[in-house]
């Protein structure tokens, strides 16, 4: 089990743990947190499901964040600053996060990426060059590049107030009569008429 540091005693990327042995490698590691971002099918054959893995890393002394994406594909970008926060907020009391997907390359290269993003400000492309570095062929799709790309313009929109947090925070409904109108009023800052 090979555990790869993006950031010392913050976050770590590795593949999915297959056996109780390797969780504790994890922890041995330093690791008090654990984000899966393997899918049920994934874990199936090794933990049986979920529940069973979730008492596996829990027993271990560990919290665990569960968000199943499915190979090639990425957090949409409400899931990713939920999953982001809670990284953040884990590694700054002292208990750094383990993030894995199946073979540790693609959705949690990803999600190491858009921590740097998140946390230190860098450019997806420095960001991506950054893990790459570190975990060679980290980031294997083009919709995890994107993801990336999102959550950049994101964050400097937000930062630059062009946007209002609410406009993140709370999703409107496009589909409804007059929902796409009034998101593209809050996205221009502006209150939607009723």
């Known amino acids: 089990m090979i555990i790869i540091w993006v950031i010392p005693n913050e976050l770590a990327i590795s593949r999915m743990p297959t056996r109780r042995e390797d969780l504790r490698l994890i922890r041995a ?82 999600v190491a990426a858009a921590y740097l993003i998140f946390t230190r400000g860098m450019t997806p492309q420095a960001a991506l060059d950054y893990v790459r570095r570190i975990r060679p062929n980290a980031v294997e799709s083009q919709r995890q590049e994107e993801s990336l790309m999102r959550l950049s313009s994101t964050i400097n929109l937000l930062l630059s107030g062009e946007i209002p947090i609410r406009a993140i925070l709370e999703p409107i409904e496009t589909k409804r009569p007059g929902g796409l109108r009034r998101l593209l009023s809050l996205l221009r800052g502006r209150r939607a008429q009723p």
Do not use: K, Q
């Open 29 to 110: 590691a330093g690791c008090r947190a654990v984000v899966c971002l393997a899918t049920e099918r994934e874990l199936a054959p090794f933990w049986g499901g979920i529940l069973s893995y979730e008492n596996a890393v829990i027993s271990e002394g560990m919290d665990l964040y569960f968000l199943p994406v499915e190979p090639g594909d990425a957090p949409d970008l409400r899931e990713m600053l939920d999953l982001l926060s809670w990284i953040s907020s884990r590694a700054t009391r002292g208990r750094p996060v383990a993030v894995h997907c199946f073979a540790g390359v693609g959705r949690a290269g990803t």
